[in-house]
């Protein structure tokens, strides 16, 4: 029952429970893992993750003491700020190289095929299916033998476990309540979407009586605006093209005319003044602090942190907002996709050398990061 909960939890928060829950099916620590306990006999693991600025997990606080309780495991995970990744990565390979990697942790930029290749975190093959078995089933098949394949130790062993997804959570986002100001009507075409664009810039939507609204925009290396490329059937996440059928042949869909037509569309935005003029300059906190300061009329984000955008801009600025999904947009000609894909950043852990295959006794993951 108690496992059953968690990975209903872990699917919308973090991995990191799920692969606790599929641990703590018995109370008690394997024979052959081992780490430094606590006070009371418990042990402790510190849990890294991406954070969207919520409070660490202390040791002792209500957090800590309801996942004593209910894993058989203390956790504690201080506050690490996610930027996008770079903070945290850079923290980390830190707190890395000082030989004090975190027992649970998400790695980043590929950190973690380094630390398998030099034996840095846990082969896991054999562990996920003795102790973590509501995880091992839990996984697809194909989805394992994918993480095999990309062993980079090159011997077909699983050094992290990866997030699964097989719901749609990418959507472009468009302030209704601004729509509804300018008694406009939820855009479907592109044509329609620039006309909405042109009276976010130039009506006042948000009525502060400055003309100071982005229509849209998005973030460094042209992340993030993947609802400017979806309707032009480029396939891309989170702003990295990918690979697709074009023409009936697998294409890399950053080479095709799909793409080429779509950098045009996002040329002709920027000279109007509909694209923010910082999109290849913004980091995350940036863009954020645009959309979450009542100036942006579009995004494209996670919708289950939809919440989080409105309630830090109801603290910024007093303004209730209303975000709404809007489709994919139509062109003449062609077929628009959004690119979704069921499985997400790996979760690895740390191995002590303390012997040929001596482990240290955490199997680890990671929270889906926060983007």
Known sequence: MVIHKLRRLAVS??????????????????????????????????????NDGYRPIEKGSKLYEL????????????YVEWNGGTTYQNR????????????????????ESNLAKNGAIADLT????????????????????????????????????????????Y???????????LGLS???????????????????????????????????????????????GVAMIEGYPDWDLYDGKLTYSAVTPNMKAALAFLSKLHKE???????????????????QGDKAGSYYHWLEQTHLYLDNMYKNTGVKGNFSVMPVLEVSGLSGLLQQEK?????VGRQEQQGSDEIDGHLKAAEQPVR
Not at 92 to 111: C, R
Not at 208 to 226: C, H, K, L, S, Y
């Open 13 to 50: 928060c973090s991995l990191a429970l799920i692969v606790l829950a599929g641990c703590s099916g018995s109370t008690d620590a394997p024979s052959d893992l081992s780490s430094e306990p606590a006070a009371e006999g418990v042990i402790d693991l510190e849990v890294w993750g991406s």
């Open 67 to 78: 996942y004593k309780k209910t894993l058989g495991v203390g956790i504690i995970s201080p």
């Open 92 to 111: 980390l390979n830190l707190k890395i190289a000082a030989g004090e990697m975190p027992d649970l942790f998400l790695p980043w930029q590929g950190i």
């Open 126 to 169: 054999e562990l996920l299916p003795a102790y973590a078995p509501n995880v091992w089933r839990g996984i697809p098949k194909d989805v394992w033998d994918v993480v095999k394949a990309n062993d980079p130790t090159g011997q077909g062993r699983i050094y992290y476990i990866p997030i699964v997804m097989d719901y749609g959570r």
């Open 171 to 181: 959507a472009a986002m468009i302030r209704k309540d601004w729509l509804e100001a």
């Open 186 to 232: 939820m855009p479907t075409t592109q044509e329609a979407y620039v006309q909405v664009l042109e009276a976010f810039r130039d009506q006042d939507p948000n009525g502060n009586g400055q003309q100071d609204e982005i229509p849209t925009g998005g973030r460094q290396e042209a992340r993030w605006m993947d609802h400017l490329f979806a309707m032009y």
């Open 273 to 291: 003044g509909l694209l923010d003029t910082e999109s290849l300059l913004n980091d995350k906190l940036q863009w954020d602090g645009k959309v």
């Open 343 to 347: 499985g997400g950043e790996p979760a």
